[in-house]
């Protein structure tokens, strides 16, 4: 429901057609599903919708996607992105709702030792109202900042993006659900989340949790990359955090929530 919080993320076509249509769909449907309980809310308070029609599916990876027994694809990454060293890896679309400025700023303070030991790589396609990141992180590359931008990735190598990564950070502004985040920590991935309702639905007691500032988020990247213990818990959290999410529930859910209201 971005298009109805903050309207100014949302490009401009795509924001004509959900006003359009989404919202008069929403009232008209006898059983809204969503995948969490921020927007289950968002959906009450925003289009005025009883809270008794909306019901909250949880999301789970498809571990088949993870399959540990293939090829981490290292080379790849060295060939077709340029990828040669340790990672920091945050994935999506790169529009303004994911805040990356925030994290291309933050990655930026970070101590020399550390970035140089690690990349900051925006895995994504570029989007909409791009133009100010992009200045950004050229300004970033000029100076001899190790950022690389993939644009779009395709499915196959979306897994090994996760599989390589050496700690994920998502500093957005503002999620339905957020599964890039679930997913990494499906992959035991230590990661650096923004304090936001909807990530601490799915993050739980697996991220370590930042302010949605430069400050905090160079903070908190700092203490996970410099902490061997803290991120080996975190990481060992992160699968059963995962794992909470299942297919199994989400169907039973979803099967009683159809009968109930036929």
């Known amino acids: 429901l971005c298009y109805l919080r903050y ?20 009232k008209k449907a006898d059983l809204v599903l969503v995948d969490s309980e921020f927007i289950a809310e968002e959906v009450i308070e925003l289009t005025d ?12 990876v498809d571990a088949s996607d993870f399959d540990t027994t293939q090829d981490l694809g290292r080379e790849r990454l060295a060939k077709r992105y340029g990828i040669t060293k340790p990672y920091i890896l945050t994935f999506g679309t790169l529009e303004p ?14 101590s020399p030792e550390i970035r140089d030991a690690y990349s900051l790589v925006l895995a994504g396609k570029w989007g909409w109202k791009i133009n100010d990141l992009q200045q950004l992180v050229k300004q ?44 990494a ?24 949790w930042a302010e949605k500032t430069t400050e905090d ?12 213990a803290l991120a080996d818990k975190l990481s060992s959290r992160g699968p059963a955090q995962s794992a909470k999410f299942s297919w199994e529930i989400t169907a039973k859910e979803l099967s009683q929530r159809l009968q109930d209201t036929a």
């Open 185 to 208: 920590l499906h992959c035991g991935i230590p990661t650096v989340a923004v304090d936001i309702p909807v990530l601490r639905e799915v993050g739980g007691d697996a991220c370590l």
């Open 97 to 110: 709702r994911k805040n990356l400025t925030t994290l291309v700023e933050a990655y930026c303070r970070l």
């Open 217 to 228: 988020v160079a903070s908190k990247l700092t203490q996970l990359i410099t902490n061997k």
């Open 7 to 26: 309207p100014e993320y949302v490009e401009d076509k795509n924001r004509a057609f959900l006003a359009r249509v989404a919202t008069s769909s929403i």
């Open 140 to 183: 970033k590359q000029s100076e001899g900042y190790d950022i690389i931008t993939t644009d779009y990735v395709d499915h196959g190598d979306r897994t090994t993006f996760y599989r390589n990564a050496s700690f994920y950070a998502i500093t957005t502004h503002y999620e339905g659900f957020g599964m890039p985040l679930l997913e």
């Open 49 to 60: 919708t009883a809270r008794h029609k909306v019901h909250v599916l949880g999301v789970p």
